[in-house]
């Protein structure tokens, strides 16, 4: 599992030019792409959301979990493109909709459970996502 991690003051994501996932943070929040592989399990996902919501990347070395930081947590199976021949990606290490999609709604609920505020995408949805990206600060988690 892959999450690139955005720390931002503002983030929203529309289908079809309806809003279906926004947060407002104060002052500031965080974005999470999430790429799911084969490999990957619920203990995966729980495990990656435990760091994410304890990672100090926000202002004064703190953390999600500090400062009840709002996450947007968005499907990205681009993540595991393989782009090392070609001009094509593959996408072949991505694991399939009916794999990911349970794992991605896990990494959500897990943050949930660990006290976050968490707004979502729509997976498999064409999304459009808007973000102030902040500092800027991106990582990349992985495990």
């Given at each position: ?6 720390r ?8 079809d030019?309806?809003i ?5 943070p104060?002052?500031q929040?965080?974005?999470a792409?999430v ?10 996902a729980?495990?990656l ?8 990347i926000?202002?004064g070395?703190r953390?999600a ?16 493109a ?9 996408w ?12 991605v709604?896990?990494?959500a609920?897990?943050?949930?459970a660990?006290g976050?505020t968490?707004a979502?995408g729509?997976f ?5 996502i ?5 500092g800027?600060v991106t990582?990349?988690l992985?495990?």
């Amino acid at each position: 599992m892959r999450v690139l991690v955005q720390r931002v003051t503002a983030a929203e994501v529309r289908v079809d030019g309806e809003i279906v996932g926004r947060i407002e943070p104060d002052p500031q929040g965080l974005v999470a792409l999430v790429g799911v592989t084969h490999d990957d399990t619920e203990a995966t996902a729980k495990a990656l959301a435990d760091k994410l919501w304890r990672l100090r990347i926000l202002d004064g070395e703190r953390s999600a979990a500090d400062m009840n930081a709002p996450v947007l947590v968005v499907s990205q199976f681009t993540l595991y493109a393989d782009t090392t021949k070609g001009r094509r990606p593959s996408w072949s290490a991505a694991a399939p909709g009916p794999v990911a999609e349970p794992l991605v709604d896990v990494f959500a609920e897990a943050l949930r459970a660990l006290g976050g505020t968490v707004a979502t995408g729509r997976f498999g949805a064409h999304m459009h996502i808007d973000l102030t990206n902040d500092g800027p600060v991106t990582l990349l988690l992985e495990a």
